[in-house]
């Protein structure tokens, strides 16, 4: 199993308290933990714990807008690239209206190269409606924000994989757009009749059975999305299901899900971080703390490294490979994380 790190930008309130002038340090630091932790003890032959970094695509704080900061996605892609050496970097997930699409590959092939050819491109269709029309975009219906998916990750194919793009589409029109130089990245099977060609691994976000998952069954390296064990399953098998239609092998496509993280050596430790979560959202949403606590509560990777390991081996066995982890104390407290490397992530990285 891999496993990638959330890093706090302030969208979920993770950099409240900390002053704008040293959050940019806060962000930076952890980055470049996440470049070069280890798993378990530093003995000869130990590996990295993370094997990418994570940003989300939000411009207004959940679980409600304030004015706590939010950093923007694709301006931290530019500066982790710039100040890591090894990790991968990606974005869970971009929102494919908040820019054009062809402006949006050449960004991501520009911020590929910039950081030697690690980058992640997540996508998806959006959903939060505050900031959609906050920032003029208006609020499509679902199946016009997933048509514009579907156009926009054509677009961004044919960006990295030829260099230019064309299409006339309902949601998106570009004519000749170049992207050059494309990512450094060289994919297997993303060319003319399986070769290979420059690209971006592609991380379809979102579980709809109908129209997302066809999506993903037709572009995706990789997918994520219900990270718990029975809707993970189905999703799975949903998109199995898409794959067969159109003849692609399942197999192809890594399927990950998204974590938040309450780790404690014992379970009165897990209490206290959860504790702290809700003294911690209290501060600047007290009407949503309540419910946020028991969103963190009852999710698969809250306990003890014991109790977090078994649940993360029923979900390898049911498929899940690639586990993208939240530490909603991460600015301020990094003994979670570093349990997590020391007693979790060396029993499933084998």
């Known amino acids: ?24 340090e806060t962000m930076r630091s952890l980055a470049r933990h996440a470049d070069t932790a280890l798993a378990g003890e530093r003995l000869p032959g130990a590996r990295h714990a993370w094997e990418s970094a994570w940003v989300y695509d939000h411009f207004h704080t959940v679980p409600e807008p304030t004015g706590e900061a939010t950093h923007e996605a694709w301006t931290l892609m530019a500066a982790f690239a710039a100040s ?6 990606g974005q869970m997930c971009t929102c494919i209206a908040y820019r054009n699409p062809a402006y949006l590959a050449k960004v991501a092939a520009t911020v590929d190269i910039v950081s030697g050819g690690r980058t992640e491109m997540g996508i998806g269709a959006g959903w939060y409606e505050h ?8 609020f499509p219906g679902a199946g016009a924000r997933l048509g514009a998916l579907d156009e926009g990750v054509q677009v961004m194919e044919q960006m990295w994989r030829t260099g230019s793009a064309t299409l006339d589409g309902t949601y998106f029109q570009v004519d000749g757009a170049l992207c050059h130089p494309q990512p450094l990245q060289v994919l297997d099977g993303v060319g003319p009749e399986g070769t290979s060609a420059p690209s971006i691994p592609l991380w379809i976000a979102g579980g709809g059975e109908k129209k997302t998952l066809r999506i993903a069954a037709q572009h995706a390296q990789y997918t994520n999305f219900d990270g718990r064990l029975e809707g993970f399953t189905h999703k799975s098998e949903v998109l199995r299901g898409h794959c067969e ?3 692609r092998p399942f ?8 974590y938040n993280v309450v780790i404690g050596a014992t379970e009165a430790d897990v209490e206290d971080r959860l504790r702290w979560i809700g003294e911690h959202y209290a501060k600047t949403v007290p009407a949503k ?3 946020t606590v028991a969103d963190f509560r009852s999710g698969p990777l809250v306990g003890t490294p014991e ?39 060396p029993a499933l990285q084998g």
Do not use: C, H
């Open 1 to 24: 199993m891999r496993f990638g790190l959330f890093i706090p930008q302030g969208w979920r309130q993770d950099l409240v308290g900390i002053d704008p002038s040293e959050q940019w």
């Open 245 to 247: 239609a159109i003849g």
């Open 289 to 291: 703390a309540e419910e």
């Open 84 to 89: 890591t050496e090894r990790v991968r970097l």
């Open 307 to 345: 109790q977090i390991v078994e649940n993360l081996q029923k979900l390898e066995g049911a498929g899940m490979t690639y586990a993208i982890t939240y530490f909603a104390e991460a600015a301020y407290d990094r003994s979670g994380i570093e349990l997590f490397e020391r007693e979790v992530i």
């Open 131 to 138: 900031e959609w029309r906050a920032y003029g975009y208006g």
């Open 251 to 258: 197999d192809e496509i890594t399927r990950s899900s998204n």
